[in-house]
C-alpha cells in the first residue's frame, strides 16, 4: 500500500459489491483492498473460467487468498463465483449478498469481457460475447440494483471503461464497442436514478500494470506517460474509493479520465 493520506473509516457502514475480482494482481482486487481498507464491508464475485482464457490466468486459490486478505482490515468479507453471462445471475447475485451481507450500498461494475478483434476477424459471436458481459451484465445489474436500493441516499454505481472516445482502438474493435457504450449508460442512468439518492459516475484508469502489460509493451508505452511509470491499480481503486464515499455525494453522470497524463 502506498504512504498516502487514507481517510480511514470514511466507508465504515458501507457494503460494497465489486465484480470481476479473481486475480490478486487485477483492479478489481485492488478496488476492494482499497474499500476494505476504509472500512466498508466487500462482496465480491469472480469467473476462473474467463481469467483461465487470458494470457495472464489466474490461481486456483487467488480468490480465498484475497477473502483472507480482506478480512485481515477488520470487516465482513463474502464472494461468489459467478458467470455473469447467465441472464439470472444478477438477481441471484443481489439475494445472495441481501442473504450474506445486506443489501449494498455500493455497485462497482468491474467484470469485463475482452478478446482482441479487428474489422478482418471480428465475428457475431464475438461481439456477442462482449455485448453479454460489457453491455448487458452492466446495464441489467445497475438497473436491478437501482430497483432494489431504498435507503434514500448514499447509493452508489461505479462503472469501468477504457477511454473508448479519447481515440480508436482499432485492434480491439469489439471490446471498445461495448465498453464505448458505458458512458452512454453512465450519463442516461445518472439521471434516472437520482430520485433514489445514487450517483453513477465511470472511470478510465487507462493502461494499468495488472498483470497483463509485459516488459517490451511496457518499454513501448512508458514514454506517453509524463510521470515516467505505468498505472497501477490501485491508481485507479483510490479513485473510485473516493466516488464511493459521502464526500463524492455531489458527482453524479461523469466519466473520469485517471490516466496520469497518458498521450495517445
Not at 25 to 49: H, M, P, Q, S
Not at 217 to 225: D, P
Not at 248 to 264: D, L, Y
Amino acid at each position: 500500500m502506498d504512504n498516502l493520506s487514507i481517510n480511514y473509516g470514511s466507508l465504515k457502514g458501507k457494503l460494497a459489491l465489486v465484480t470481476g475480482a479473481s486475480r490478486l494482481k487485477g483492479i478489481g482486487a485492488a478496488i476492494c483492498r482499497e474499500l476494505a481498507l476504509r472500512g466498508a464491508d466487500v462482496f465480491f464475485t469472480y469467473w476462473t473460467n474467463y481469467d483461465n482464457c487470458l494470457s495472464v490466468g489466474v490461481k486456483s486459490d487467488e480468490p480465498y487468498s484475497l477473502i483472507e486478505e480482506l478480512r485481515g482490515f477488520g470487516i465482513r468479507v463474502e464472494s461468489m463465483e459467478l458467470d455473469l453471462s447467465d441472464i439470472n445471475s444478477y438477481s441471484k447475485l443481489l439475494n445472495r449478498v441481501k442473504e450474506t451481507l445486506g443489501y449494498p450500498d455500493i455497485l462497482v461494475n468491474n467484470a469485463c469481457y475482452s478478446v482482441n478483434d479487428n474489422f478482418e476477424n471480428i465475428t457475431a459471436e464475438s461481439l456477442n460475447a462482449h455485448y453479454i458481459i460489457n453491455i448487458r451484465a452492466n446495464t441489467l445489474l445497475s438497473t436491478e440494483f437501482a430497483k432494489g436500493f431504498n435507503k434514500g441516499s448514499g447509493g452508489r454505481i461505479i462503472n469501468l471503461t477504457s477511454g473508448q472516445s479519447l481515440g480508436p482502438m482499432p485492434d480491439e474493435l469489439s471490446y471498445a464497442i461495448t465498453k464505448g457504450a458505458i458512458e452512454t449508460i453512465t450519463y442516461t442512468l445518472s439521471a434516472a436514478v437520482a430520485c433514489k439518492g445514487i450517483t453513477v459516475n465511470a472511470v478510465n484508469p487507462g493502461p494499468t500494470d495488472s498483470g497483463w502489460i509485459t516488459e517490451e509493451l511496457e518499454k513501448e508505452i512508458i514514454k506517453a506517460f509524463p510521470f515516467g511509470r505505468i498505472g497501477k491499480p490501485e491508481d485507479a481503486a483510490r479513485l473510485i474509493a473516493f466516488l464511493a464515499s459521502d464526500e463524492a455525494q455531489w458527482i453524479t453522470g461523469q466519466v473520469i479520465h485517471s490516466e496520469g497524463g497518458f498521450k495517445r
